[in-house]
């Protein structure tokens, strides 16, 4: 009976459910056995049904139109048709050619909203932009964006929604989901928010010694640390964010190691400083291990009363259970969904919450207002007029059909260094996949290698290769007026035109490079073995995007072109953007490794033994670090650790405790 109900017999599903049925209509054990057996079958089979329309209404459609067909984004002809331009690069003009085509390099710039895009730069003619945009029609670009903006369920391997635009939408609009307005909920949200970083900045909140905040340390980790990291470093050198944050200190603790403890916690007055810890579950290993160690650090200077954990710490997380059982009042929690993936998280209360603090819930608001202004453009513009719907289709263009896997973003604004490591993760995390939306292989290149650095930093590092080595799609990204200006009378420009006299220069000079006959005319007496080392054969793509400032405005808008660039791309390549099964098995594994090290270092196994069930390798590396650990300092925890803080050394308010 079992093998027909449940292991999955010869017979039809349903009919193997009809037989199991009728058996289990007659009294006994075996029957009632049977019973519970189809009950746990009917939910799976529901929730495995449920999981497959889904897929099927996401996923791309037949030619024909059929909702029943799934065609992967590889067997369409508008996709046959790219890969076919793709293949003639050979026949392709120059940039320095392409370039001098007016008509194509008008067709070429987008504008909206102060943002202007220049993409003429891409290895990509007229012909082949059209067939990019052939292909967004045929992998339904548009529909896929209409269903995220409603709330379907496209994160299909979840079973949720993906809604980081709701978290920013216009307070009079409204998305049901599952009967639920979530806008509405977002703004109960943000109204706590305003309201308990309003008494904190005006001295209603204080510690448990009556002091009032000034300093907050934001303890998460991913995007729960990325994102804020990025918006915090962005408005530092505002001048409108400094006044506002004059006499305060946002710092962030996202590493489980105890070394950004110390950089966390050095110069901190435990009396004026409130810890924000967020996690979704209240349960991530390293930002609960390190929300631990600080209220140990809390507590150490202020008691373990439990007013020290109640006016020092707040949560951001969905777990109320566990928020409580810290020791964190429940009215100091603030929720997210799990419709908010972790690196889309900012604009929910990971980022509003410690960013408010710092800088005041008005300036928030502008942020989340510029990310709704994208998010109307990208919603709402054609696609060919669309900014990161261009942006999506030139990231696969280059990536899976030219070839060139890295992707370097290049700020001109010291303000926005934060910006690769924080888009690094949404992109790479977002569309580092090898399955389709149905779970079978991938059999092109998905995903980008994201990274990045400041101009004219980057100049000085890794722009050798970028113009002479290896091709890599670049983007430059401007300011027209900088957050800082300094002009010295003489010199010929200012500080900040001389940084963006390099802006200009780079995209150029990647497009045009130099030829041995214009390096020839420039040297003439220049040694022949040496020409050849000076030659730069451009032809490398890149696009620049110019923002007319950098205010909290327009960096919620440089946030969402590249949030729904991202998007674009998984929309295209078929696959799951929003889900990150592979993080899981480094966690499976390290959880191993940990009761290893507690056996011997907690429990006093002896160190022979270490690493006895890992393979040779891990065993040897295991052995040599816990022989390094006991041959400089006591292996077991209780010879070696008097206080938790026995080996600890950071500057604590005043005082530097230097071992």
Request: proline content about 3%; charged content about 20%; overall charge negative.
């Amino acid at each position: 009976l079992e093998r027909i109900a449940v292991r999955g017999s010869e017979i039809p599903f349903c009919d193997a459910m009809k037989v199991a049925l009728f058996v289990a209509s007659g009294g006994g054990r075996a029957a009632q056995a049977v019973r519970r057996e189809v009950a746990i079958q009917r939910v799976g089979a529901k929730a495995r049904y449920a999981r497959v329309a889904r897929t099927q209404r996401f996923a791309i459609r037949a030619v024909d139109g059929s909702h029943d067909a799934q065609v992967k984004p590889h067997e369409l002809p508008a996709w046959q048709a790219v890969a076919k331009a793709a293949a003639a690069s050979s026949s392709r003009p120059h940039l320095k050619e392409l370039m001098g085509d007016l008509q194509r390099c008008l067709d070429m710039f987008l504008e909206y909203d102060g943002i202007l895009m220049d993409y003429s730069r891409q290895l990509l003619t007229l012909e082949e932009k059209q067939l990019l945009l052939e292909l967004a029609a045929a992998t339904n670009v548009e529909e896929k964006i209409a269903a995220m903006f409603r709330g379907d369920k496209i994160n299909v391997s979840e079973d949720r929604s993906v809604l980081h635009v709701a978290l920013r939408a216009a307070r009079e609009s409204t998305l049901e989901v599952d009967g639920v307005d979530v806008v509405a909920e977002v703004y109960a949200v943000l109204d706590r928010i305003k309201e308990f970083s309003d008494a904190v900045r005006s001295g209603e909140h204080v510690g448990a010694t009556g002091k009032a905040i000034k300093d907050v340390i934001c303890i998460g980790i991913g995007g729960s640390f990325l994102g804020p990291a990025f918006v915090h470093t962005a408005l530092e050198t505002e001048p409108s964010a400094q006044r506002l944050a004059s006499g305060r200190r946002l710092r962030f603790l996202a590493n489980v190691d105890p070394e950004d403890v110390a950089r966390a916690l050095s110069g901190l007055n435990a009396e004026t400083t409130l810890v924000v810890v967020v996690s979704k579950t209240f349960t991530t290993a390293e930002t609960m291990l390190n929300a631990r160690t600080v209220r140990a650090w809390l507590q150490r200077e202020l008691g373990s009363g439990k007013d020290v954990v109640a006016k020092h710490m707040v949560a951001v997380s969905t777990n109320a259970n566990l928020v409580k059982k810290y020791g964190i009042d429940e009215n100091n929690m603030f929720v997210f969904w799990d419709w908010v993936g972790g690196r889309y998280s900012v604009s929910s209360a990971v980022g509003v919450l410690p960013l408010a603090l710092q800088y005041g819930y008005e300036m928030v608001e502008q942020f989340l207002t510029g990310m709704r202004s994208v998010d109307q453009h990208f919603r709402t513009a054609r696609v060919g007029r669309n900014i990161p719907v261009m942006m999506g289709l030139l990231g696969v263009w280059n990536a899976t059909f030219l070839g060139f896997p890295t992707n370097a973003l290049l700020p001109y604004d010291q303000a926005l260094s934060k910006l690769a490591p924080h888009i690094q993760q949404v992109a790479m995390e977002s569309n580092g996949k090898g399955v389709f939306l149905d779970g079978t292989p991938v059999p092109f290149a998905t995903g980008e290698i994201i990274f990045g650095e400041p101009g004219t930093n980057g100049q000085h590092s890794f722009y050798q290769l970028i113009h002479q080595g290896r091709t890599m799609p670049c983007d430059f990204i401007g300011v027209s007026l900088g957050q800082q200006n300094v002009y010295l009378e003489g010199e010929p420009v200012s500080n900040h035109d001389e940084l963006m006299s390099n802006f200009f220069a780079q995209a150029d000079a990647l497009a045009y490079g130099k030829t041995l006959d214009e390096v020839r005319a420039e040297n003439p007496t220049l040694d022949e073995t040496l020409l050849p080392h000076k030659v730069f054969h451009g032809n490398r793509p890149s696009l620049s995007i110019l923002l007319p400032k950098l205010t909290a405005y327009e960096i919620g808008q440089l946030l969402a072109l590249y949030e729904h660039r991202v998007a674009v791309e998984g929309f295209v390549w078929g696959i799951n953007s929003f889900d990150q099964w592979g993080v899981e098995l480094g966690k499976i594994l390290a959880t191993k490794m940990r009761q290893e090290l507690s056996e011997v270092r907690r429990y006093g196994r002896p160190l022979q033994t270490a690493g006895k069930g890992f393979n040779y390798s891990t065993s040897r590396m295991l052995q040599a670090y816990l022989k390094n650990i006991s041959e400089r300092r006591a292996l077991l925890y209780s010879d070696a650790f008097n206080d938790p803080f026995e080996y600890f050394n950071s500057c604590v308010g005043d005082e530097c405790v230097v071992e």
